[in-house]
């Protein structure tokens, strides 16, 4: 199993930014691909950004030049600093693993692993 636990979301005006953080354990290591998603209350899942196990990178076009998804394998721990901030980025936002590359955002929908959420609440 491995576990995922989700820090950093709160409450920003429009324009701000913040960094979520995945903490992540058990049988966790360098070779799982991880990524983020949200949810929005009455909206689907929505992948937002993924990472491979050898850095590349997949953003979702609504928020590619606002967000940077990064990790510290020295830590076990994925981040995803989001910076301008719009309201319609309030959202729970979810940490996913798997060890497999989706390829795109939408398939981190397909990842066995998933934290709790963080919740972020972007008001204008």
């Known amino acids: 199993q491995v576990q995922l636990v989700e820090s950093g979301g709160g409450s920003v005006q429009a324009g701000g930014s913040l960094r979520l953080s995945c903490a992540a354990s058990g049988y966790y290591d360098i070779r799982y691909s991880m990524g983020w998603f949200r949810q929005a209350p009455g909206k689907e899942r929505e992948g937002v950004a993924a990472?491979?196990?050898?850095?590349?990178?997949n953003y979702a076009d609504s928020v590619k030049g606002r967000f940077t998804i990064s990790k510290d394998n020295a830590k076990n721990t994925l981040y995803l600093q989001m910076n301008s901030l719009k309201p319609e980025d309030t959202a729970m936002y979810y940490c996913?693993?798997?060890?497999?590359?989706?390829?795109?955002?939408?398939?981190?929908?397909?990842?066995?692993?998933w934290g709790q959420g963080t919740q972020v609440t972007v008001s204008s």
């Open positions: 996913a693993a798997d060890l497999f590359w989706p390829g795109t955002v939408a398939g981190l929908m397909k990842y066995g692993y």
């Open positions: 990472i491979d196990r050898d850095g590349s990178t």
